[in-house]
């Protein structure tokens, strides 16, 4: 009460902030008078002198006033459209890094020059963010007219576009695309192994187009890049095949550490079983090609060594469940990771289950906070405020309408049923199509739209369905909707990005009817006076109608989506209509106890086709409304805080990526990585002050084998007289650095220098996709931890983090081993490019609610088409060192791979590794 009377006294907040940017307002048009008087070639000489302005140390709000009265001109010239002062106001709004709501027909494509042109003069791009690639286009070109003529330049990112194409369109001044198609590019960009190949400049600034629809409405739904699984069933069994053909001497067993690993003996037993079977086309099984083998291999070498059925795991249902060791429970849903689990179920004869190869994913959420100024603008964004306040750190301020809106909202009609709905919403169209005047129907399906529409068809009243599958069609038909009498059913999403004018399009119908003559004949000039003429005719009758009535056929669960209906109707000043008829069957009625009112109903002796009309069931519905609005909001918000803590550990590892790139050689990188993993191995293995006969020296032998390759007198050197932890690790450093040293020595060191650059990142992106697939293994079963008087969030970010940990140490033990092991074929150094070979992968958006994936762009809601397909550059494979067609005793080169134990092929008739194949 006290509130009201405050607001009516000072004005509300919102109404205080639009008063303030008078003031500026008054100081753009206060230009416009000398910036008239230009000419077309001063005028655009104007965006060199604000440049030079800028570069001179001036700020953007200084030039603001400037740059808005030369967009305004600029308008005027090419477009034939002046902005209006709350454009103005619109497009300051916008500059500040907030969100602008502006009613439906106030122009908001156009609002968008005013900013953009400003903070696109700095020269870091900016990017307009729209819903679909219609749009995209289409705003792009249109806007384009008025960039172009200030000398900026502008393009736009759609689907289908090559790589090239996408720099070109990221390297303009302005940049127009859809918000899935920018998150894919950015996720993109960060699999990508050369930083010549991405294509987004760093982020600047970003206007959303319909900010309600793409930071709320799709922010549940993350973009996910997934390619095609390694692990597929047919390769997990043919290897299992090959494991009971091992014997003891293959493999070491350490039961107490869980691991297993292959002797040299057993290494090129598998290979050898390998290639019989047809799975190691070439090569050894460290070549750089066949790492993934490796990872194989080891699994069902663990599987069948470490494993034990009913003991560690049981097979129910045809499916391998595994069991805690300290509860002796089956843990149903939870997988062993990095394939073990796929291996013990080739082992059983199960059915191998394909794990989800996410290689990159974002949310909105997370992808929209990257830019260091964001803005939005929309029709209806005051419900979601508190959203956009705490989850982007975005205000939302309401612009008034240019001229005061004449709508008429009408009270909801309630009916019992929704036939009887449907029939009274049937009455109302054939009404106002007798009388003329357009009526927009909005309905919350296709299926509804459908159902209604069949209603109509037997009445045998002319009717447009619209949907959301075909943009393009739906703008054309949408724009005239506002002829006299039409009658247009369409889905609450459908014709956003299209003004309906009253009496119809005049543009519209010029692009469409008259697009075959040429724009100078006579023909063209007599047809357009004909059309702006009838155009002019039918906006009276529909005047005198009443103007467009808009028609809900349910309330949504938000607010916000009824809003953008009845926005459609009264623009710039038009009269209009709109109203909403609700059955007790409509799902937001049900949810609320619709039953007890439907009773309650038939005993006061509402008789069929009589509706509830009053002002309260209005009030009652909002409140139900806000209780939905408020509870989606809450599940945005904490699926928003599992996804920051990968959101996090992505930015880290994007970090290392893009430095990995960047960076000239990475040896120093590689070589700390090398110490590292060799002094937690020592460490592990030879705990500091410990006894020596506390040592695990057979441990660390196994370890420096597998890791190093290096078969070590660990034996020896721990015998000797007063040795200690340090002296042993600083000799397998010694002998591991002499090893990485001889093999720099042998292939030259360019060759070395872009074969580790490519390894690591390979490996990082083989390890951060493991990573993924363990958090959402994680993130799934977290929720249970609740009933143990956890917090899953804390439980959550606790485990993610030694996850993250493990990772790091992972990502140092796999390079290390791969670069001592790897073995290369002399070619020119231009072979090794990292950007060879191809890797098809999926776009996918997957909604988490329902479990099923969503492909790119903007879904309608009665399918799911396929995801779509695309094939970026990928490291091309180093091939192994071959042997010769003949072997010289005295040309190691022709030797090809030599076992370590084999006699050296030099004839000394010692083996090879105490001969020519010495480690350091």
Same mark, same amino acid.
């Given at each position: 009460?006290?509130?009201?009377?405050?607001?009516?006294?000072?004005?509300?907040?919102?109404? +205080?902030?639009?008063?303030?940017?008078?003031?500026?307002?008054?100081?753009?048009?206060?230009?416009?008078?000398?910036?008239?008087?230009?000419?077309?070639?001063? *005028?655009?000489?104007?965006?060199?002198?604000?440049?030079?302005?800028?570069?001179?140390?001036?700020?953007?709000?200084?030039?603001?006033?400037?740059?808005?009265? #030369?967009?305004?001109?600029?308008?005027?010239?090419?477009?034939?459209?002046?902005?209006?002062?709350?454009?103005?106001?619109?497009?300051?709004?916008?500059?500040?890094?907030?969100?602008?709501?502006?009613?439906?027909?106030?122009?908001?494509?156009?609002?968008?020059?005013?900013?953009?042109?400003?903070?696109?003069?700095?020269?870091?791009?900016?990017?307009?963010?729209?819903?679909?690639?219609?749009?995209?286009?289409?705003?792009?070109?249109?806007?384009?007219?008025?960039?172009?003529?200030?000398?900026?330049?502008?393009?736009?990112?759609?689907?289908?576009? #090559?790589?090239?194409?996408?720099?070109?369109?990221?390297?303009?001044?302005?940049?127009?695309?859809?918000?899935?198609?920018?998150?894919?590019?950015?996720?993109?960009?960060?699999?990508?192994?050369?930083?010549?190949?991405?294509?987004?400049?760093?982020?600047?600034?970003?206007?959303?187009?319909?900010?309600?629809?793409?930071?709320?409405?799709?922010?549940?739904?993350?973009?996910?890049?997934?390619?095609?699984?390694?692990?597929?069933?047919?390769?997990?069994?043919?290897?299992?095949?090959?494991?009971?053909?091992?014997?003891?001497?293959?493999?070491?067993?350490?039961?107490?550490?869980?691991?297993?690993?292959?002797?040299?003996?057993?290494?090129?037993?598998?290979?050898?079983?390998?290639?019989?079977?047809?799975?190691?086309?070439?090569?050894?099984?460290?070549?750089?090609?066949?790492?993934?083998?490796?990872?194989?291999?080891?699994?069902?070498?663990?599987?069948?060594?470490?494993?034990?059925?009913?003991?560690?795991?049981?097979?129910?249902?045809?499916?391998?469940?595994?069991?805690?060791?300290? #509860?002796?429970?089956?843990?149903?849903?939870?997988?062993?990771?990095?394939?073990?689990?796929?291996?013990?179920?080739?082992?059983?004869?199960?059915?191998?289950?394909?794990?989800?190869? &996410?290689?990159?994913?974002?949310?909105?959420?997370?992808?929209?906070?990257?830019?260091?100024? *964001?803005?939005?603008?929309?029709? &209806?964004?005051?419900?979601?405020?508190?959203?956009?306040?705490?989850?982007? !750190?975005?205000?939302?301020?309401?612009?008034?309408?240019?001229?005061?809106?004449?709508?008429?909202?009408?009270?909801?009609?309630?009916? +019992?049923?929704?036939?009887? !709905?449907?029939?009274?919403?049937?009455?109302?169209?054939?009404?106002?199509?007798?009388?003329?005047?357009?009526?927009?129907?909005?309905?919350?399906?296709?299926?509804?739209?459908?159902?209604?529409?069949?209603?109509?068809?037997?009445?045998?009243?002319?009717?447009?369905?619209?949907?959301?599958?075909?943009?393009?069609?739906?703008?054309?038909?949408?724009?005239?909707?506002?002829?006299?009498?039409?009658?247009?059913?369409?889905?609450?999403?459908?014709? +956003? =990005?299209?003004?309906?004018?009253?009496?119809?399009?005049?543009?519209?119908?010029?692009?469409?009817?008259?697009?075959?003559?040429?724009?100078?004949?006579?023909?063209?000039?007599?047809?357009?006076?004909?059309?702006?003429?009838?155009?002019?005719?039918?906006?009276?009758?529909?005047?005198?109608?009443?103007?467009?009535?808009?028609?809900?056929?349910?309330?949504?669960?938000?607010?916000?989506?009824?809003?953008?209906?009845? =926005?459609?109707?009264?623009? $710039? =000043?038009?009269?209009?209509?709109?109203?909403?008829?609700?059955? *007790?069957?409509?799902?937001?009625?049900?949810?609320?106890?619709?039953?007890?009112?439907?009773?309650?109903? !038939?005993?006061? =002796?509402? $008789?069929?086709?009589?509706?509830?009309?009053?002002?309260?069931?209005?009030?009652?519905?909002?409140?139900?409304?806000?209780?939905?609005?408020?509870?989606?909001?809450?599940?945005?918000?904490?699926?928003?805080?599992?996804?920051?803590?990968?959101?996090?550990?992505?930015?880290?590892?994007?970090?290392?990526?893009?430095?990995?790139?960047?960076?000239?050689?990475?040896?120093?990188?590689?070589?700390?990585?090398?110490?590292?993993?060799?002094?937690?191995?020592?460490?592990?293995?030879?705990?500091?002050?410990?006894?020596?006969?506390?040592?695990?020296?057979?441990?660390?032998?196994?370890?420096?084998?597998?890791?190093?390759?290096?078969?070590?007198?660990?034996?020896?050197?721990?015998?000797?007289?007063?040795?200690?932890?340090?002296?042993?690790?600083?000799?397998?450093?010694?002998?591991?650095?002499?090893?990485?040293?001889?093999?720099?020595?042998?292939?030259?060191?360019?060759?070395?220098?872009?074969?580790?650059?490519?390894?690591?990142? $390979?490996?990082?992106?083989?390890?951060?996709?493991?990573?993924?697939? #363990?958090?959402?293994?994680?993130?799934?079963?977290?929720?249970?931890?609740?009933?143990?008087?956890?917090?899953?969030?804390?439980?959550?970010?606790?485990?993610?983090?030694?996850?993250?940990?493990?990772?790091?140490?992972?990502?140092?033990?796999?390079?290390?081993?791969?670069?001592?092991?790897?073995?290369?074929?002399?070619?020119?150094?231009?072979?090794?490019?990292?950007?060879?070979?191809?890797?098809?992968?999926?776009?996918?958006?997957?909604?988490?609610?329902?479990?099923?994936?969503?492909? &790119?762009?903007?879904?309608?809601?009665?399918?799911?088409?396929?995801?779509?397909?695309?094939?970026?550059?990928?490291?091309?494979?180093?091939?192994?060192?071959?042997?010769?067609?003949?072997?010289?005793?005295?040309?190691?080169?022709?030797?090809?791979?030599?076992?370590?134990?084999?006699?050296?092929?030099?004839?000394?008739?010692?083996?090879?590794?105490?001969?020519?194949?010495?480690?350091?």
């Amino acid at each position: 009460m006290l509130g009201a009377i405050a607001r009516k006294l000072f004005g509300s907040a919102n109404d +205080r902030y639009v008063k303030g940017l008078n003031k500026t307002i008054h100081a753009i048009n206060e230009l416009e008078a000398s910036v008239s008087a230009l000419s077309d070639e001063e *005028l655009a000489a104007r965006t060199v002198w604000l440049r030079n302005r800028l570069s001179e140390g001036e700020s953007l709000d200084d030039v603001l006033a400037d740059a808005f009265a #030369t967009v305004r001109e600029a308008a005027k010239r090419t477009l034939g459209e002046r902005p209006y002062d709350v454009q103005l106001m619109g497009g300051l709004v916008l500059h500040k890094g907030m969100i602008s709501e502006m009613k439906t027909g106030e122009g908001k494509t156009l609002v968008a020059t005013l900013p953009v042109y400003l903070n696109a003069l700095e020269g870091k791009g900016v990017h307009v963010v729209t819903v679909n690639d219609y749009l995209a286009k289409r705003d792009a070109e249109w806007m384009g007219q008025v960039y172009r003529f200030l000398g900026l330049s502008v393009d736009c990112i759609i689907h289908g576009m #090559t790589d090239e194409q996408r720099q070109k369109a990221y390297a303009c001044d302005v940049t127009y695309g859809t918000n899935n198609e920018l998150g894919f590019d950015y996720l993109r960009d960060n699999m990508k192994f050369r930083i010549e190949e991405m294509v987004q400049r760093p982020f600047n600034f970003a206007i959303v187009d319909e900010v309600d629809s793409i930071l709320v409405d799709e922010a549940r739904t993350p973009l996910i890049i997934s390619g095609p699984t390694e692990d597929n069933s047919e390769l997990y069994s043919r290897i299992d095949k090959l494991i009971p053909r091992l014997s003891e001497e293959d493999y070491e067993k350490d039961e107490k550490s869980r691991a297993a690993t292959f002797t040299e003996v057993g290494t090129e037993k598998m290979e050898n079983l390998l290639r019989e079977e047809g799975v190691l086309a070439e090569g050894t099984l460290y070549d750089i090609q066949n790492i993934s083998l490796v990872h194989h291999i080891n699994s069902a070498l663990r599987a069948h060594i470490l494993f034990t059925k009913d003991v560690d795991y049981v097979v129910k249902d045809n499916k391998v469940v595994i069991i805690d060791e300290f #509860t002796g429970r089956m843990m149903e849903g939870r997988r062993f990771s990095e394939g073990l689990h796929q291996a013990l179920e080739a082992k059983e004869g199960a059915e191998i289950q394909n794990e989800n190869q &996410t290689l990159a994913s974002i949310t909105f959420q997370n992808y929209f906070r990257l830019y260091p100024k *964001l803005a939005g603008m929309t029709g &209806t964004a005051m419900t979601e405020a508190g959203e956009f306040a705490e989850i982007y !750190k975005l205000e939302v301020v309401e612009i008034p309408t240019n001229m005061d809106v004449s709508r008429i909202d009408e009270d909801d009609e309630v009916y +019992r049923t929704s036939d009887e !709905k449907h029939q009274a919403i049937a009455d109302l169209i054939a009404d106002c199509h007798e009388r003329g005047q357009p009526i927009l129907v909005g309905t919350v399906s296709i299926e509804k739209s459908e159902e209604l529409a069949g209603i109509l068809k037997k009445r045998k009243i002319p009717h447009a369905v619209l949907n959301a599958k075909h943009h393009a069609s739906e703008a054309g038909i949408i724009s005239q909707a506002g002829a006299p009498g039409a009658v247009t059913i369409a889905t609450n999403m459908a014709g +956003r =990005g299209t003004d309906i004018k009253l009496g119809g399009n005049v543009d519209m119908r010029i692009a469409t009817e008259l697009a075959k003559l040429d724009p100078e004949s006579d023909e063209f000039q007599k047809r357009k006076a004909a059309i702006e003429a009838e155009v002019a005719a039918h906006r009276e009758i529909v005047l005198k109608a009443g103007g467009l009535y808009v028609v809900g056929t349910e309330r949504h669960e938000s607010r916000r989506i009824d809003n953008q209906l009845r =926005g459609r109707s009264g623009r $710039q =000043g038009d009269p209009g209509g709109s109203k909403f008829y609700l059955s *007790l069957q409509d799902d937001l009625m049900r949810i609320f106890g619709s039953e007890r009112i439907d009773g309650m109903l !038939k005993k006061l =002796g509402l $008789q069929d086709g009589e509706a509830i009309v009053h002002p309260w069931i209005n009030k009652a519905l909002e409140k139900a409304q806000q209780k939905v609005e408020a509870r989606n909001f809450e599940i945005r918000k904490n699926l928003l805080k599992f996804d920051d803590v990968m959101n996090d550990q992505r930015k880290v590892i994007y970090e290392q990526r893009r430095e990995l790139m960047t960076a000239d050689e990475v040896a120093d990188t590689v070589h700390d990585m090398r110490h590292h993993v060799i002094e937690d191995m020592v460490t592990r293995y030879i705990p500091p002050k410990a006894f020596a006969e506390q040592w695990d020296v057979e441990g660390l032998h196994a370890d420096a084998l597998r890791v190093l390759g290096l078969d070590l007198p660990l034996d020896d050197w721990a015998k000797e007289e007063g040795i200690a932890d340090v002296e042993i690790r600083e000799r397998i450093l010694k002998v591991a650095d002499g090893k990485a040293a001889e093999k720099v020595a042998n292939y030259g060191p360019e060759v070395i220098r872009d074969v580790e650059k490519s390894i690591l990142l $390979q490996v990082l992106d083989m390890v951060w996709k493991d990573h993924l697939l #363990t958090l959402d293994h994680l993130r799934q079963g977290i929720g249970l931890r609740a009933y143990g008087q956890r917090d899953p969030l804390n439980e959550y970010k606790r485990e993610a983090f030694n996850l993250f940990d493990e990772l790091l140490v992972g990502l140092r033990e796999r390079v290390t081993q791969v670069l001592l092991h790897v073995e290369l074929h002399m070619t020119p150094p231009e072979d090794y490019s990292m950007s060879g070979g191809q890797q098809e992968m999926h776009e996918t958006r997957v909604d988490p609610s329902l479990g099923y994936a969503q492909a &790119t762009g903007v879904l309608n809601d009665s399918s799911v088409p396929d995801s779509q397909a695309e094939e970026p550059a990928g490291p091309a494979p180093i091939r192994s060192r071959q042997a010769a067609a003949e072997v010289d005793p005295n040309d190691p080169s022709t030797w090809g791979k030599v076992a370590r134990n084999a006699p050296c092929p030099c004839g000394s008739g010692r083996k090879y590794k105490h001969c020519h194949g010495r480690a350091g």
